[in-house]
């Protein structure tokens, strides 16, 4: 059998210069099977098997698929209540409370007892009774020295320091 017609299609083809007649006659041709293809013309079968028209997917496709899918998927949704969403977070809150507890427990156990002897407890009432004959001596003397200016009077001073009598003693 002769296929020079067909190379000559083909060539027309490659030129871009065929009509959709044309073009139709060469993807019928090339649809064949490739045994039935002559040795030199199957090289080109896999250029018109890629441009051969696309299968629809019909009418009722998205009927059939609806089908697949109702009968196949049931979604079942659950409600969350606030309680189950806050169960972690109230959990993760009581571990640390209870890690923190037990820290502050070890820590007061590894500490003195905090138990004086009556010789620290005589120094520490000593130095208390001190300090307060000290501020009451201070604000006497404060006392004296705003009632003087309050009545005009000037300020007995200490020669050296500039400060009023006694005030520094």
């Known amino acids: 059998m002769d296929y020079k017609y067909i190379e000559q299609l083909l060539e027309r083809y490659f030129e871009a210069e065929?009509?959709?007649?044309?073009?139709?006659?060469l993807k019928t041709?090339?649809?064949?099977?490739e045994e039935e293809l002559p040795q030199a013309l199957q090289q080109y079968k896999p250029l018109f098997d890629a441009l051969a028209p696309e299968e629809t997917l019909g009418d009722d496709f998205d009927e059939r698929l609806l089908q697949l899918t109702d009968d196949t998927v049931q979604v079942k949704a659950r409600t969350i209540s606030l309680a189950e969403r806050l169960k972690p977070l109230?959990?993760?809150?009581?571990?640390?409370?209870?890690?923190?507890?037990?820290s502050n427990a070890l820590n007061q156990s590894f500490k003195d007892n905090g138990t004086w002897t009556d010789e620290e407890q005589f120094a520490d009432y000593k130095a208390a009774l001190h300090n307060a004959a000290l501020a009451?001596?201070?604000d006497s003397t404060l006392l004296y020295s705003e009632d003087l200016v309050a009545r005009g009077d000037s300020l007995p001073t200490d020669s050296l320091r500039g400060a009023p009598k006694g005030y520094l003693e």
């Open 29 to 33: 041709f090339f649809s064949q099977p």
């Open 90 to 102: 109230l959990r993760a809150a009581a571990a640390v409370a209870i890690i923190l507890t037990l």
């Open 18 to 25: 065929t009509t959709l007649k044309e073009e139709e006659i």
């Open 136 to 138: 009451a001596a201070e």
